[in-house]
């Protein structure tokens, strides 16, 4: 089954500063990979995937990811962050089932935003 | 905004009541998810629906009894909860069955807080 590691829990940066969120996901032949961002008492909205192709994915929020297939790692990462930009971020890998396949979420890295 | 809505945003039941958590999309979308969102914890997958059938069941406990009416509707029937059953619990639908195309990106509603007491 695939996997999903997130290395942070928390990470605090200060406004306009840049930001990097960590993932490691298990090795596979092929691999989907997506990164949502989920604010208080809300749902979940993608912010980018990586499918194929170019290995930098530019998401929405000027965010944007790098697939390293050497090192299994798909970084989320911001050259500026602002205090609206405080929320959840969920690493996630399409895990094939018998019947279909899922979303398999990292255990989240919440990003703090201080002015 | 989402375009997957989710009625109650709240619910708050005993453990013999009976309810149910709604989900709408018209999106055209073929497949639709429950997920279940303990405190502090990511999403993990309950149901899924492709074409209206019910393709995937992550051994759920009975007590939550998942209903597809017809392709834009998602219910969630809850029955016997438990005080551990409280949780947020997320809609969600794609385009295509994950069957068909694992990539597809996954739409989120707000999610249902529900707590059992």
């Known amino acids: 089954a695939q996997s999903v590691t997130q290395l942070d829990s928390q990470v605090p940066v200060f406004e306009e500063a840049p930001v990097e969120l960590r993932c490691n996901y298990s090795?596979?032949?092929?691999?989907?990979l997506f990164w949502y961002v989920q604010y208080p008492n809300q749902g979940l909205q993608l912010l980018l995937k990586y499918l194929s192709g170019s290995t930098l994915v530019k998401g929405i929020n000027g965010f944007e990811a790098e697939f390293n297939k050497s090192q299994t790692s798909f970084h989320l990462r911001k050259p500026s962050v602002h205090i609206s930009d405080t929320a959840e971020y969920f690493c996630?890998?399409?895990?094939?089932?018998?019947?279909?396949?899922?979303?398999?979420f990292g255990a989240g890295t919440i990003l703090r935003v201080k002015s | 905004d989402t375009e997957v809505t989710q009625t109650p945003k709240h619910l708050v039941m005993g453990m013999t009541n009976k309810k149910s958590l709604k989900c709408e999309q018209h999106m055209g979308h073929r497949a639709m998810y429950w997920y279940k969102q303990k405190a502090k914890k990511p999403p993990e997958l309950m149901f899924v629906y492709s074409y209206e059938k019910l393709s995937i069941n992550e051994s759920v406990p009975s007590r939550f009894s998942p209903e597809c009416p017809n392709s834009s509707l998602l219910n969630l029937h809850l029955h016997a909860l438990q005080p551990e059953d409280s949780a947020l619990y997320l809609c969600?639908?794609?385009?295509?069955?994950?069957?068909?195309?694992?990539?597809?990106?996954?739409?989120f509603g707000e999610g249902s807080w529900l707590t059992v007491v």
């Open positions: 969600a639908s794609s385009q295509e069955p994950a069957q068909l195309f694992s990539g597809n990106t996954i739409y």
């Open positions: 996630a890998v399409s895990d094939l089932l018998e019947y279909g396949n899922k979303l398999v």
């Open positions: 090795s596979s032949v092929s691999v989907y």
